[in-house]
C-alpha cells in the first residue's frame, strides 16, 4: 500500500485554497456527488463561504473541485471543529483526504485552536482508519445523529506543538481526578529544586493540605488560596492573581452543610494567606505580567477550564513554566495513564496565548486564578 507522502505526490496538479463564491454552484454537485444522506444545502454552504467563523478549503485539480473541507469555529473555544470533509470519486484513492485534513489542522492552527473535533458516521469504515492514522482518538458518540438513524462516534486531535522535553521541568501526573492542584505544587517543588523525591503519599498530603471543594460524585480539588499556603509552608514564594476574592465553586454545591464548609475552610485559608503575608491581586493574570514572571525566571500554577484540555466539566490546574515567544509552556497533570495508573507520557505543550487566555475565563462570572511561584530564600 502506498504511503500517505506517496500519495500526495501523485496528485501534483491539486492545490488547496480557501473557496470563493465562485466555487458555489461546485460546492452544491460535490455534495450531491459524494454524499447519499446528511447533504448540505446551497444555503447552508452559501453562508459558510459568508461566515467569518467557518473556513471553507477546496481541493483544486485545475478543472474541477477535487475536494472539500469546512472548518468552524467558536469565538469562545480553542477547539476547532472538522464539519465536513468530501473527495470527489474521480479522484478516490489519490491522497485528496489527507491533504485536507492536513489543510484543515492548519487553518485550525492559524486560528490559535489547541484541538479539533469532528464526528463520523460509525460505518464509515475508511474515514475512521484515515482518521485514527492522523492521530484522532475516539472520545464518545452521538447516538442516531445521521438522517439514517446512524451513530456518530466523535473524535479528537490535539494540535498543540510540544517542547523539547530535555529543557522542561520535571513532570507529576494526578493519580486521581482530583489531586490537579497537589500534582502542580509538586512539579514547583521540583522545578526548585532538582533533588525533590515525593513519596507516593504526598501528593495526597498536599491535597489534604489545600482542598475546600465538593464535588458531588466524590472528592474535590483545590482552590487558590489553599493551593498558595501549600507552596508557602513549602519553601516557596506564590503570589496570588485572582479575578475576584473567594469563596469559590459554591455555585455547583447543593448541600447547604457542604456549602457552610466550604464557605468557613476558605476564609481561614484566606486569613492564613495574610498573615503569611502572600502578595495578592485581585485582577486576573494578565499576557504582559505572566511574560515577565517567565522572563524572570518564575513559574506559575495556573486554574484553566478543564474541558479544554481533559474534556472534564471541572475547573482544572495546570503548572506554566516558560514561554516561547506568545506560546505558554505548561504541563498538564491529567496526563494518559496505563493500566496500572502510571502517566504514558507528560502532556507537555506550548499554547498560543490567545487560545491560553481563552482557557483561563471560567463561568459566567469569567473568573481567572493562578499563582505566579518564585523559589524561597535558600534555593
Known amino acids: 500500500m502506498p504511503s500517505q507522502a506517496a500519495q500526495i505526490r501523485a496528485a501534483p496538479a491539486v492545490q488547496i485554497r480557501k473557496a470563493v463564491r465562485a466555487d458555489l454552484d461546485a460546492l452544491v454537485e460535490l455534495e450531491h456527488g459524494v454524499f447519499t444522506t446528511d447533504h448540505l444545502s446551497r444555503r447552508s454552504l452559501l453562508h459558510f463561504l459568508r461566515s467569518p467563523t467557518a473556513e471553507v478549503l477546496v481541493a483544486d485539480d485545475g478543472a474541477r473541485l477535487a475536494g472539500t473541507a469546512i472548518v468552524l469555529f467558536r469565538p469562545t473555544s480553542s477547539v476547532a471543529r472538522l464539519y465536513s470533509i468530501a473527495v470527489a470519486p474521480h479522484m478516490g484513492g489519490r491522497g485528496i483526504g489527507p491533504m485536507l485534513l492536513e489543510a484543515a489542522e492548519a487553518a485550525a492552527v492559524a486560528r490559535d485552536s489547541i484541538a479539533m473535533r469532528l464526528e463520523v458516521h460509525e460505518t464509515?469504515?475508511?474515514?475512521?482508519?484515515?482518521?485514527?492514522?492522523?492521530?484522532?482518538?475516539?472520545?464518545?458518540?452521538?447516538?442516531?445523529?445521521?438522517?439514517?438513524?446512524?451513530?456518530?462516534?466523535?473524535?479528537?486531535?490535539?494540535?498543540?506543538?510540544?517542547?523539547?522535553?530535555?529543557?522542561?521541568?520535571?513532570?507529576?501526573?494526578?493519580?486521581?481526578?482530583?489531586?490537579?492542584?497537589?500534582?502542580?505544587?509538586?512539579?514547583?517543588?521540583?522545578?526548585?529544586?532538582?533533588?525533590?523525591?515525593?513519596?507516593?503519599?504526598?501528593?495526597?498530603?498536599?491535597?489534604?493540605?489545600?482542598?475546600?471543594?465538593?464535588?458531588?460524585?466524590?472528592?474535590?480539588?483545590?482552590?487558590?488560596?489553599?493551593?498558595?499556603?501549600?507552596?508557602?509552608r513549602h519553601g516557596l514564594r506564590p503570589e496570588i492573581h485572582a479575578s475576584r476574592d473567594g469563596p469559590y465553586f459554591l455555585s455547583t454545591v447543593q448541600s447547604a452543610d457542604k456549602r457552610r464548609v466550604m464557605e468557613v475552610t476558605q476564609a481561614e485559608f484566606r486569613r492564613e494567606a495574610r498573615a503569611l503575608d502572600i502578595?495578592?491581586?485581585?485582577?486576573?493574570?494578565?499576557?504582559?505580567?505572566?511574560?515577565?514572571?517567565?522572563?524572570?525566571?518564575?513559574?506559575?500554577?495556573?486554574?484553566?477550564?478543564?474541558?479544554?484540555?481533559?474534556?472534564?466539566?471541572?475547573?482544572?490546574?495546570?503548572?506554566?513554566?516558560?514561554?516561547?515567544?506568545?506560546?505558554?509552556?505548561?504541563?498538564?497533570?491529567?496526563?494518559?495513564?496505563?493500566?496500572?495508573?502510571?502517566?504514558?507520557?507528560?502532556?507537555?505543550?506550548?499554547?498560543?496565548?490567545?487560545?491560553?487566555?481563552?482557557?483561563?475565563?471560567?463561568?459566567?462570572?469569567?473568573?481567572?486564578?493562578?499563582?505566579?511561584?518564585?523559589?524561597?530564600p535558600s534555593q
Open 124 to 232: 464509515n469504515a475508511p474515514a475512521i482508519a484515515r482518521y485514527r492514522k492522523s492521530g484522532y482518538q475516539e472520545f464518545g458518540r452521538h447516538e442516531r445523529y445521521y438522517e439514517d438513524g446512524g451513530d456518530a462516534l466523535r473524535f479528537e486531535k490535539q494540535l498543540l506543538t510540544r517542547p523539547d522535553p530535555k529543557r522542561v521541568p520535571r513532570y507529576f501526573h494526578q493519580s486521581t481526578e482530583f489531586t490537579c492542584g497537589p500534582a502542580c505544587v509538586m512539579m514547583a517543588l521540583a522545578w526548585a529544586d532538582p533533588a525533590f523525591r515525593p513519596p507516593p503519599s504526598f501528593e495526597f498530603q498536599l491535597w489534604r493540605e489545600a482542598t475546600t471543594i465538593f464535588m458531588a460524585s466524590g472528592p474535590g480539588g483545590c482552590e487558590v488560596y489553599g493551593l498558595a499556603l501549600a507552596l508557602k
Open 279 to 376: 502578595p495578592t491581586h485581585l485582577t486576573p493574570v494578565s499576557e504582559s505580567a505572566l511574560m515577565r514572571a517567565f522572563d524572570d525566571g518564575r513559574v506559575a500554577i495556573v486554574l484553566v477550564s478543564g474541558y479544554q484540555l481533559v474534556r472534564r466539566g471541572q475547573p482544572h490546574w495546570i503548572f506554566a513554566f516558560g514561554r516561547d515567544g506568545r506560546h505558554i509552556l505548561l504541563h498538564d497533570p491529567a496526563a494518559t495513564r496505563d493500566d496500572h495508573g502510571k502517566a504514558i507520557a507528560p502532556e507537555t505543550y506550548a499554547v498560543p496565548w490567545p487560545a491560553f487566555e481563552r482557557m483561563t475565563r471560567l463561568g459566567r462570572d469569567r473568573l481567572s486564578a493562578a499563582i505566579v511561584v518564585r523559589k524561597g
